[in-house]
């Protein structure tokens, strides 16, 4: 997945430049930066590779869901529909627009189901955040068509699955905004940093303007901007923007060598019969970050981990229990655990959240291991590791 991994002299040549002119602002001083506009740079590179209109770069990914719901309008009051396998950032974006999060299932997509989804909508809801979790898609087009006809608005959280494509289509340009995040781990990094594109002009405009204090950008002197709009600072440095930009060259050998190396896994799993694969709407899209499988129950499931565990073959992710990505280990969440009031809970609009039920997801993330996919490894290795795998999980 990270492209840390393959971090090198072109990254070091972006920074360079940046700091060759001392120029670590995205904006204005065209005198002194001798051409080098990083963040904007990067902003074009990925509309291209997304196929996408428009494109703002911001400081973290976390940011850029804060950006694509105010822009949409989602505020104080409103209802988003999320899942309860993701990032905390995608809840905690939804608590600091002042909106209150309605948990739906997720299917054997590890994403939002679009029945279930169907179901949590009510007179309050907006929008649905869809999270495109570990690499690859959530059913879009059918959660794109329950928006239409529900009327709410669809943005999606695609800061795992970069590159991923649902029929030829980037994950994230389905829907109103799309968010990225180019944090030190994901797909490709910036340091720290994140992205929104849309097609739409209009929520371009004010995405730009939002994560800028509402500064309209028209000018080449920030002192004379008109501010149309009230904003905030998620202002990414151009240092940050130059590391992203080198590595946004490697995505597609990154992609590249994600997809041959999951295909090795597949092939050598796919004789087990404890084993089935997550569900994805579209196999040739899969940005293959990791491989998810799914096994008979969760006791077999924990079985498997015990004999992981006994033979040290190390790489086995059990979200369920053991990490900070689903709904069971979110006890800050289950308490609003907020350091000042929250405005949902000034607007009695809570939800009982230690008791939200969502046991459609639990039978399926009781029985979820996930792999990460490395760059650093050769096909040697995954070869070797995917055989190790087999052995344990023939026994079950
Ligand atoms: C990483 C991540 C985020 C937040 O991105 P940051 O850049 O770390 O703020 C949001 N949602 C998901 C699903 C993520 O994986």
């Excluded at 997720?106 to 009510?122: G, N, R, Y």
């Excluded at 995405?207 to 028209?218: T, Y």
């Excluded at 490697?250 to 997550?278: G, H, M, P």
């Excluded at 077999?300 to 565990?309: I, P």
């Amino acid at each position: 997945m990270p492209g840390f991994e393959i971090f090198s002299d072109e990254e070091r040549k972006e920074v360079m430049d940046v700091l060759e002119t001392g120029v670590l602002f995205r904006y204005n001083f065209e005198n002194n930066r001798k051409g080098h506009w990083k963040a904007a740079s990067f902003e074009k590179d990925l509309c291209n590779k997304l196929n996408v209109g428009y494109c703002h770069l911001c400081s973290s990914g976390t940011a850029a869901l804060n950006i694509a719901l105010a822009t949409c309008g989602i505020g104080a009051g409103d209802e988003v529909i999320v899942p309860p396998f993701t990032f905390l950032a995608t809840i905690e974006a939804v608590l600091m627009a002042g909106a209150t999060p309605v948990f739906a299932e997720i299917d054997e997509t590890l994403c939002l189901d679009p029945a279930d989804i169907e179901k949590k909508i009510s007179e309050k809801t907006r929008a649905v955040l869809v999270v495109h979790m570990c690499g690859s898609m959530a059913k879009i087009d059918a959660i794109h068509q329950v928006c239409e006809k529900n009327h709410v608005l669809l943005i999606e959280d695609a800061c795992q699955s970069l590159g991923s494509t649902y029929k030829g289509k980037a994950l994230g340009s389905f829907g109103s905004m799309g968010c990225f995040s180019f944090d030190y781990v994901k797909t490709i990094t910036c340091g720290e940093g994140g992205g929104v594109i849309t097609n739409d002009e209009q929520l371009y405009t004010a995405a730009h303007a939002f994560a800028d204090h509402g500064h309209d950008h028209l000018g080449a002197d920030r002192g004379q901007d008109k501010h149309p709009i009230l904003g905030y600072n998620f202002r990414i440095s151009e240092l940050n923007a130059a590391v992203g930009l080198a590595q946004l060259r490697k995505l597609d050998l990154i992609l590249e060598k994600q997809r041959q190396s999951k295909n090795i896994y597949k092939q050598i799993l796919s004789s087990c019969s404890a084993v089935t694969f997550r569900d994805i709407p579209d196999t040739d899209g899969d940005s293959s970050t990791f491989l998810s499988i799914l096994l008979p129950d969760e006791n077999k499931t924990r079985t498997a981990l015990k004999l992981f565990n006994d033979s040290e073959i190390s790489g086995a992710i059990y979200w369920y229990d053991n990490n900070w990505h689903y709904i069971r280990q979110w006890e800050h969440l289950k308490t609003l655990k907020w350091p000042a009031r929250l405005t949902l809970t000034a607007l009695d609009a809570t939800c009982d959240y230690q008791n939200v039920s969502v046991p459609l997801s639990d039978a399926i993330m009781a029985r979820t291991l996930s792999f990460q996919i490395k760059l650093s490894e050769t096909e040697t290795d995954v070869t070797r590791h995917a055989n190790q795998l087999k052995q344990v999980l023939d026994q079950l």
